[in-house]
Protein backbone atom coordinates (compact mmCIF):
# COMPACT_ATOMS: atom_id res chain seq x y z
CA UNK A 1 0.00 0.00 0.00
CA UNK A 2 2.92 2.81 0.83
CA UNK A 3 4.80 1.45 -2.59
CA UNK A 4 1.12 2.26 -4.48
CA UNK A 5 0.46 5.43 -2.92
CA UNK A 6 3.96 6.89 -3.39
CA UNK A 7 3.81 5.92 -6.91
CA UNK A 8 0.70 7.99 -7.37
CA UNK A 9 0.82 11.55 -9.09
CA UNK A 10 -1.07 13.07 -6.25
CA UNK A 11 1.59 12.52 -3.93
CA UNK A 12 4.51 13.34 -6.07
CA UNK A 13 3.12 16.40 -6.77
CA UNK A 14 2.61 16.63 -3.11
CA UNK A 15 6.59 15.77 -2.79
CA UNK A 16 6.89 19.10 -4.34
CA UNK A 17 4.72 20.75 -2.36
CA UNK A 18 6.08 20.26 0.70
CA UNK A 19 10.03 20.33 -1.13
CA UNK A 20 10.48 22.80 2.06
CA UNK A 21 11.00 19.19 4.57
CA UNK A 22 13.03 16.74 3.93
CA UNK A 23 12.07 13.76 1.38
CA UNK A 24 12.29 10.79 3.87
CA UNK A 25 9.51 12.65 6.50
CA UNK A 26 7.73 14.28 3.79
CA UNK A 27 6.87 11.62 1.40
CA UNK A 28 4.39 10.20 3.86
CA UNK A 29 2.02 13.31 4.15
CA UNK A 30 -1.15 12.66 2.80
CA UNK A 31 -2.88 15.64 3.83
CA UNK A 32 -2.05 19.21 5.32
CA UNK A 33 -4.73 21.78 6.30
CA UNK A 34 -4.72 24.71 8.80
CA UNK A 35 -7.95 25.17 10.75
CA UNK A 36 -9.46 27.26 13.29
CA UNK A 37 -10.94 26.73 16.97
CA UNK A 38 -10.83 29.51 18.42
CA UNK A 39 -8.98 33.44 17.62
CA UNK A 40 -7.78 33.21 14.49
CA UNK A 41 -6.27 36.61 15.07
CA UNK A 42 -4.08 34.79 17.99
CA UNK A 43 -4.26 31.35 16.90
CA UNK A 44 -3.59 28.89 13.94
CA UNK A 45 -3.95 24.96 14.30
CA UNK A 46 -1.69 22.93 11.98
CA UNK A 47 -2.95 19.41 10.80
CA UNK A 48 -1.04 17.41 8.81
CA UNK A 49 -2.19 13.37 8.20
CA UNK A 50 -0.42 10.46 7.20
CA UNK A 51 -0.79 6.85 7.57
CA UNK A 52 2.27 5.79 9.98
CA UNK A 53 1.92 6.15 13.53
CA UNK A 54 5.27 6.18 14.25
CA UNK A 55 6.48 9.18 12.06
CA UNK A 56 7.44 12.46 13.52
CA UNK A 57 4.99 14.58 15.85
CA UNK A 58 7.09 17.72 15.55
CA UNK A 59 6.24 21.01 13.84
CA UNK A 60 8.76 23.49 13.21
CA UNK A 61 7.91 26.95 13.03
CA UNK A 62 9.06 30.71 13.13
CA UNK A 63 8.10 34.37 12.55
CA UNK A 64 8.41 34.70 8.74
CA UNK A 65 12.12 35.30 8.39
CA UNK A 66 13.04 34.36 11.51
CA UNK A 67 16.15 32.68 12.22
CA UNK A 68 15.52 30.03 14.35
CA UNK A 69 12.74 26.91 14.13
CA UNK A 70 10.94 26.66 16.96
CA UNK A 71 9.98 23.13 18.20
CA UNK A 72 6.21 21.97 18.66
CA UNK A 73 4.51 18.56 19.71
CA UNK A 74 1.70 17.20 18.06
CA UNK A 75 -1.23 15.62 19.26
CA UNK A 76 -1.62 12.28 17.07
CA UNK A 77 -5.30 10.34 16.75
CA UNK A 78 -6.18 7.64 14.96
CA UNK A 79 -8.89 8.81 12.30
CA UNK A 80 -10.63 5.27 12.69
CA UNK A 81 -11.91 3.27 11.39
CA UNK A 82 -9.27 4.24 8.84
CA UNK A 83 -5.75 3.97 9.90
CA UNK A 84 -4.99 7.23 9.01
CA UNK A 85 -3.34 9.49 11.73
CA UNK A 86 -3.72 12.51 12.01
CA UNK A 87 -1.05 14.93 13.97
CA UNK A 88 -2.13 18.59 15.58
CA UNK A 89 -0.95 21.43 16.55
CA UNK A 90 -2.75 24.61 17.71
CA UNK A 91 -0.23 27.50 18.36
CA UNK A 92 -1.02 30.17 20.32
CA UNK A 93 0.01 34.36 21.19
CA UNK A 94 0.36 35.05 17.66
CA UNK A 95 0.66 38.46 16.22
CA UNK A 96 -2.34 39.53 14.59
CA UNK A 97 -2.37 39.97 11.13
CA UNK A 98 1.30 38.57 11.04
CA UNK A 99 3.13 35.53 8.89
CA UNK A 100 4.26 32.49 9.87
CA UNK A 101 7.11 29.87 8.75
CA UNK A 102 6.15 25.87 9.24
CA UNK A 103 6.83 22.59 8.39
CA UNK A 104 6.09 19.70 9.37
CA UNK A 105 7.91 16.47 10.42
CA UNK A 106 11.76 17.66 9.72
CA UNK A 107 13.44 20.85 10.08
CA UNK A 108 13.74 22.59 6.60
CA UNK A 109 17.14 22.71 5.16
CA UNK A 110 18.66 26.15 4.92
CA UNK A 111 18.07 27.00 1.38
CA UNK A 112 14.34 25.71 1.20
CA UNK A 113 11.31 27.84 0.98
CA UNK A 114 9.17 27.04 3.28
CA UNK A 115 5.38 26.81 3.56
CA UNK A 116 3.27 29.93 5.64
CA UNK A 117 0.40 31.09 7.07
CA UNK A 118 -1.05 34.51 8.25
CA UNK A 119 -3.01 35.75 11.44
CA UNK A 120 -6.09 37.66 10.59
CA UNK A 121 -6.32 41.22 11.46
CA UNK A 122 -7.74 43.01 14.59
CA UNK A 123 -9.63 44.96 12.88
CA UNK A 124 -10.55 45.85 9.23
CA UNK A 125 -8.92 49.37 9.19
CA UNK A 126 -5.54 47.23 9.43
CA UNK A 127 -6.54 45.79 5.88
CA UNK A 128 -9.58 44.08 4.38
CA UNK A 129 -10.51 41.12 4.55
CA UNK A 130 -11.27 38.36 1.75
CA UNK A 131 -12.78 34.68 2.62
CA UNK A 132 -14.09 32.27 -0.16
CA UNK A 133 -17.19 30.05 0.47
CA UNK A 134 -18.78 27.51 -1.25
CA UNK A 135 -19.91 23.48 -0.82
CA UNK A 136 -20.46 20.11 -2.12
CA UNK A 137 -16.77 20.21 -3.53
CA UNK A 138 -15.89 16.63 -4.55
CA UNK A 139 -17.95 14.86 -7.55
CA UNK A 140 -14.64 14.21 -8.88
CA UNK A 141 -10.97 14.98 -8.14
CA UNK A 142 -10.35 17.48 -11.48
CA UNK A 143 -13.34 19.50 -10.16
CA UNK A 144 -12.43 19.78 -6.88
CA UNK A 145 -9.00 20.81 -7.96
CA UNK A 146 -10.00 22.81 -10.96
CA UNK A 147 -12.22 25.51 -8.31
CA UNK A 148 -9.48 24.61 -5.09
CA UNK A 149 -7.25 26.81 -7.36
CA UNK A 150 -9.79 29.36 -8.93
CA UNK A 151 -9.72 29.96 -5.00
CA UNK A 152 -6.47 30.03 -3.96
CA UNK A 153 -5.30 32.30 -6.94
CA UNK A 154 -7.71 34.58 -5.11
CA UNK A 155 -5.49 34.34 -2.52
CA UNK A 156 -8.27 34.69 0.53
CA UNK A 157 -7.79 34.50 4.08
CA UNK A 158 -9.42 31.78 4.73
CA UNK A 159 -11.89 29.16 2.63
CA UNK A 160 -15.34 28.12 4.49
CA UNK A 161 -17.21 24.90 3.01
CA UNK A 162 -20.68 24.02 3.86
CA UNK A 163 -20.57 20.35 4.06
CA UNK A 164 -19.84 17.38 1.07
CA UNK A 165 -16.60 17.59 1.27
CA UNK A 166 -14.91 14.12 -0.14
CA UNK A 167 -18.62 12.39 -0.81
CA UNK A 168 -17.52 9.68 1.85
CA UNK A 169 -20.82 9.01 3.37
CA UNK A 170 -18.77 8.30 6.51
CA UNK A 171 -17.43 5.50 4.75
CA UNK A 172 -15.39 5.76 2.17
CA UNK A 173 -11.79 6.16 4.02
CA UNK A 174 -9.73 6.48 0.10
CA UNK A 175 -11.71 9.48 -0.84
CA UNK A 176 -11.00 11.49 2.17
CA UNK A 177 -7.54 10.38 1.41
CA UNK A 178 -8.14 11.91 -2.17
CA UNK A 179 -9.32 15.09 -0.86
CA UNK A 180 -6.95 15.41 1.33
CA UNK A 181 -4.38 15.22 -1.22
CA UNK A 182 -6.36 17.58 -3.70
CA UNK A 183 -6.61 20.10 -0.94
CA UNK A 184 -3.02 20.07 -0.14
CA UNK A 185 -1.85 20.49 -3.36
CA UNK A 186 -3.68 22.95 -4.63
CA UNK A 187 -4.72 25.58 -1.62
CA UNK A 188 -0.81 26.60 -1.30
CA UNK A 189 -0.98 30.31 -2.88
CA UNK A 190 1.76 31.21 -5.21
CA UNK A 191 3.84 32.75 -2.41
CA UNK A 192 3.79 29.62 -0.36
CA UNK A 193 1.22 30.72 1.91
CA UNK A 194 -1.14 27.95 2.83
CA UNK A 195 -4.76 28.85 3.18
CA UNK A 196 -6.75 28.04 6.42
CA UNK A 197 -10.07 26.14 5.84
CA UNK A 198 -13.41 25.94 7.73
CA UNK A 199 -15.64 23.55 7.08
CA UNK A 200 -19.33 23.20 8.31
CA UNK A 201 -20.82 18.79 7.62
CA UNK A 202 -23.36 17.58 5.13
CA UNK A 203 -25.10 15.05 4.47
CA UNK A 204 -22.36 13.18 2.90
CA UNK A 205 -20.20 13.23 5.52
CA UNK A 206 -22.79 10.90 7.41
CA UNK A 207 -23.43 7.56 7.50
CA UNK A 208 -27.40 7.59 6.51
CA UNK A 209 -27.18 11.31 5.59
CA UNK A 210 -29.49 12.59 8.21
CA UNK A 211 -30.36 11.69 11.66
CA UNK A 212 -26.75 10.25 12.33
CA UNK A 213 -25.35 9.96 15.90
CA UNK A 214 -21.92 11.99 16.42
CA UNK A 215 -18.82 11.23 16.05
CA UNK A 216 -19.38 6.93 15.00
CA UNK A 217 -21.97 7.96 12.23
CA UNK A 218 -19.72 10.81 10.87
CA UNK A 219 -16.16 9.64 11.54
CA UNK A 220 -14.13 11.52 9.02
CA UNK A 221 -15.61 14.75 9.66
CA UNK A 222 -15.47 14.62 13.27
CA UNK A 223 -11.94 12.80 12.96
CA UNK A 224 -10.26 15.49 11.16
CA UNK A 225 -11.55 19.17 12.55
CA UNK A 226 -10.81 20.49 15.79
CA UNK A 227 -14.61 21.03 17.67
CA UNK A 228 -13.97 21.92 20.75
CA UNK A 229 -17.64 21.36 22.30
CA UNK A 230 -17.69 18.12 20.10
CA UNK A 231 -20.12 19.34 17.95
CA UNK A 232 -20.49 20.87 14.14
CA UNK A 233 -22.62 23.57 15.16
CA UNK A 234 -20.47 26.16 16.38
CA UNK A 235 -19.54 30.24 15.55
CA UNK A 236 -15.90 31.60 14.96
CA UNK A 237 -15.17 35.34 15.63
CA UNK A 238 -12.20 37.60 14.69
CA UNK A 239 -12.40 40.68 16.35
CA UNK A 240 -15.36 42.47 16.45
CA UNK A 241 -15.68 42.70 12.38
CA UNK A 242 -16.93 38.97 11.49
CA UNK A 243 -18.77 36.22 13.01
CA UNK A 244 -19.06 32.72 10.96
CA UNK A 245 -22.42 30.64 13.03
CA UNK A 246 -21.70 27.45 11.64
CA UNK A 247 -24.68 24.83 11.55
CA UNK A 248 -25.84 21.36 11.30
CA UNK A 249 -28.42 21.07 9.07
CA UNK A 250 -30.03 17.30 11.17
CA UNK A 251 -26.73 15.68 9.72
CA UNK A 252 -25.82 14.72 12.82
CA UNK A 253 -27.92 17.04 15.32
CA UNK A 254 -31.76 17.42 15.13
CA UNK A 255 -32.37 21.32 13.69
CA UNK A 256 -34.87 22.31 16.63
CA UNK A 257 -34.38 22.08 20.06
CA UNK A 258 -30.56 22.06 21.79
CA UNK A 259 -29.16 23.77 18.20
CA UNK A 260 -31.78 26.18 18.04
CA UNK A 261 -31.68 27.23 21.68
CA UNK A 262 -28.04 27.59 20.69
CA UNK A 263 -28.37 29.55 17.92
CA UNK A 264 -30.59 31.86 19.65
CA UNK A 265 -27.92 32.62 22.29
CA UNK A 266 -24.67 32.48 19.46
CA UNK A 267 -26.68 35.18 17.95
CA UNK A 268 -27.74 37.42 20.94
CA UNK A 269 -23.96 37.24 22.14
CA UNK A 270 -22.96 38.38 18.51
CA UNK A 271 -25.23 41.27 18.04
CA UNK A 272 -22.56 43.81 18.23
CA UNK A 273 -20.44 41.85 15.40
CA UNK A 274 -20.28 44.03 12.18
CA UNK A 275 -20.37 41.11 9.64
CA UNK A 276 -22.20 37.86 10.53
CA UNK A 277 -22.54 34.98 8.15
CA UNK A 278 -24.38 31.87 8.79
CA UNK A 279 -23.17 28.55 7.42
CA UNK A 280 -24.81 25.20 6.83
CA UNK A 281 -25.26 22.77 4.06
CA UNK A 282 -29.15 21.89 3.40
CA UNK A 283 -30.62 25.15 2.03
CA UNK A 284 -33.92 26.78 3.14
CA UNK A 285 -34.91 28.17 -0.32
CA UNK A 286 -33.44 26.01 -2.62
CA UNK A 287 -33.40 25.71 -6.34
CA UNK A 288 -34.22 21.53 -6.52
CA UNK A 289 -35.22 18.48 -4.87
CA UNK A 290 -38.63 19.44 -4.21
CA UNK A 291 -40.91 16.36 -2.57
CA UNK A 292 -43.75 15.42 -5.29
CA UNK A 293 -46.38 17.81 -6.02
CA UNK A 294 -44.52 20.87 -3.87
CA UNK A 295 -41.29 23.14 -4.50
CA UNK A 296 -38.15 23.07 -2.92
CA UNK A 297 -39.43 24.74 -0.20
CA UNK A 298 -41.74 21.92 0.90
CA UNK A 299 -38.44 19.48 1.70
CA UNK A 300 -38.89 18.71 5.37
CA UNK A 301 -35.32 19.87 6.11
CA UNK A 302 -36.33 23.78 4.32
CA UNK A 303 -38.99 23.62 6.22
CA UNK A 304 -37.66 22.82 9.76
CA UNK A 305 -34.71 25.56 8.94
CA UNK A 306 -37.49 28.23 8.17
CA UNK A 307 -39.22 27.48 11.45
CA UNK A 308 -36.31 27.30 13.75
CA UNK A 309 -33.63 29.20 12.46
CA UNK A 310 -34.24 32.03 10.21
CA UNK A 311 -36.95 33.93 12.74
CA UNK A 312 -33.34 33.98 14.28
CA UNK A 313 -31.48 35.26 11.56
CA UNK A 314 -34.38 37.53 11.47
CA UNK A 315 -34.68 39.04 14.63
CA UNK A 316 -31.03 39.31 15.27
CA UNK A 317 -30.06 40.55 11.30
CA UNK A 318 -27.08 38.90 9.41
CA UNK A 319 -24.77 39.63 6.25
CA UNK A 320 -25.83 36.71 4.15
CA UNK A 321 -26.71 33.16 4.76
CA UNK A 322 -24.36 30.50 2.41
CA UNK A 323 -26.68 27.44 1.69
CA UNK A 324 -25.46 24.16 -0.43
CA UNK A 325 -26.52 21.28 -1.24
CA UNK A 326 -28.33 21.74 -4.43
CA UNK A 327 -25.95 21.77 -7.10
CA UNK A 328 -26.87 24.83 -8.63
CA UNK A 329 -25.96 29.26 -8.37
CA UNK A 330 -28.37 30.71 -6.79
CA UNK A 331 -29.13 34.02 -5.10
CA UNK A 332 -32.63 35.10 -4.12
CA UNK A 333 -34.01 37.82 -3.35
CA UNK A 334 -34.05 39.89 -0.18
CA UNK A 335 -36.47 37.89 2.32
CA UNK A 336 -38.25 38.74 5.42
CA UNK A 337 -41.74 36.68 7.03
CA UNK A 338 -41.85 34.44 4.23
CA UNK A 339 -42.02 37.03 1.59
CA UNK A 340 -39.91 39.21 -0.76
CA UNK A 341 -38.61 42.45 1.00
CA UNK A 342 -36.23 44.27 -0.98
CA UNK A 343 -35.90 47.27 1.60
CA UNK A 344 -35.40 45.39 4.46
CA UNK A 345 -35.19 41.12 3.57
CA UNK A 346 -32.30 38.97 4.08
CA UNK A 347 -29.96 37.26 1.54
CA UNK A 348 -29.26 33.54 0.92
CA UNK A 349 -26.74 32.68 -1.36
CA UNK A 350 -25.79 29.20 -2.82
CA UNK A 351 -26.61 26.43 -3.86
CA UNK A 352 -23.60 24.47 -3.18
CA UNK A 353 -21.72 23.82 -6.86
CA UNK A 354 -17.99 23.91 -6.24
CA UNK A 355 -16.98 20.37 -7.45
CA UNK A 356 -19.70 18.35 -8.41
CA UNK A 357 -21.68 17.82 -11.63
CA UNK A 358 -24.82 20.66 -11.60
CA UNK A 359 -28.46 19.82 -11.60
CA UNK A 360 -31.37 21.97 -13.33
CA UNK A 361 -33.21 25.03 -11.46
CA UNK A 362 -36.84 26.00 -11.53
CA UNK A 363 -37.85 28.07 -15.18
CA UNK A 364 -37.20 31.68 -14.67
CA UNK A 365 -40.89 33.33 -12.80
CA UNK A 366 -41.77 29.97 -11.30
CA UNK A 367 -39.96 30.57 -7.88
CA UNK A 368 -40.80 33.83 -6.11
CA UNK A 369 -37.67 33.37 -3.45
CA UNK A 370 -35.19 33.63 -6.45
CA UNK A 371 -33.21 36.40 -7.86
CA UNK A 372 -31.04 34.27 -10.33
CA UNK A 373 -30.62 30.67 -10.30
CA UNK A 374 -28.37 29.00 -13.08
CA UNK A 375 -26.49 25.10 -13.05
CA UNK A 376 -22.54 26.25 -12.76
CA UNK A 377 -20.07 25.65 -10.84
CA UNK A 378 -18.91 28.43 -8.54
CA UNK A 379 -17.49 30.16 -5.42
CA UNK A 380 -18.29 33.17 -3.49
CA UNK A 381 -15.50 35.92 -2.70
CA UNK A 382 -16.37 38.20 -0.31
CA UNK A 383 -14.40 41.50 0.29
CA UNK A 384 -15.30 42.99 3.80
CA UNK A 385 -14.10 46.87 4.06
CA UNK A 386 -14.17 48.59 7.12
CA UNK A 387 -16.69 50.76 6.41
CA UNK A 388 -19.41 48.24 6.91
CA UNK A 389 -19.83 47.67 3.11
CA UNK A 390 -19.09 44.17 1.06
CA UNK A 391 -18.56 43.08 -1.86
CA UNK A 392 -19.84 39.36 -2.72
CA UNK A 393 -19.11 37.53 -5.93
CA UNK A 394 -19.89 34.64 -7.61
CA UNK A 395 -17.11 33.03 -9.52
CA UNK A 396 -17.22 30.14 -12.31
CA UNK A 397 -14.60 27.72 -13.17
CA UNK A 398 -13.73 29.77 -16.04
CA UNK A 399 -12.89 32.73 -13.57
CA UNK A 400 -15.70 34.87 -14.62
CA UNK A 401 -17.23 36.75 -11.86
CA UNK A 402 -20.74 36.69 -13.42
CA UNK A 403 -22.81 37.89 -10.47
CA UNK A 404 -21.85 40.60 -7.66
CA UNK A 405 -23.84 41.86 -4.65
CA UNK A 406 -22.85 44.54 -2.92
CA UNK A 407 -23.93 44.98 0.89
CA UNK A 408 -24.12 48.71 1.69
CA UNK A 409 -24.45 47.56 5.36
CA UNK A 410 -23.05 44.74 7.12
CA UNK A 411 -25.83 43.51 8.26
CA UNK A 412 -29.86 43.29 7.48
CA UNK A 413 -31.32 45.18 10.42
CA UNK A 414 -32.50 43.55 13.57
CA UNK A 415 -36.58 42.77 14.03
CA UNK A 416 -38.08 42.43 17.09
CA UNK A 417 -40.42 39.24 18.17
CA UNK A 418 -43.50 39.54 15.47
FE1 LIG B 1 -25.66 17.50 0.19
Redesign the pocket.
Known amino acids: MRATIRNTLGVRTLLLAFAAATPAAAQDVTGLYLEWTRDPCTTMVVNWVDLYPDSPDVLYWRPAGGAEWKRAQATRRVIAPSVLQRRTVELKGLEPDARYEFAVAAEPAKDARPLSFRTMPTDLSQRPVRFVAG ?2 TMATRALFEDMNRRSTALEPDFVVLG ?2 LAYENGVQATRVVDWLEAWSRTSIAADRRVIPLVAAI ?3 EVRG ?1 YGGTPPTDAPYYYGLFSLPEGRAHRALDCGAYLSLVLLDSAHTFPIEGAQTEWLAGALAQRASQQFLFPVY ?2 PAWGTTKAPRGGTPLDAPVARAIRANWVPLFERHGISAAFE ?4 NFKRTHRIRAGQRDDEHGLLYLGD ?1 AWGVHVRTVPPEGSAWWLARAEPRNHLWCVDLRADGTATIRAIDAAGEAFDVVELGAPRSAPVQDR
Open positions: GDGDGNHHHYHDHHG
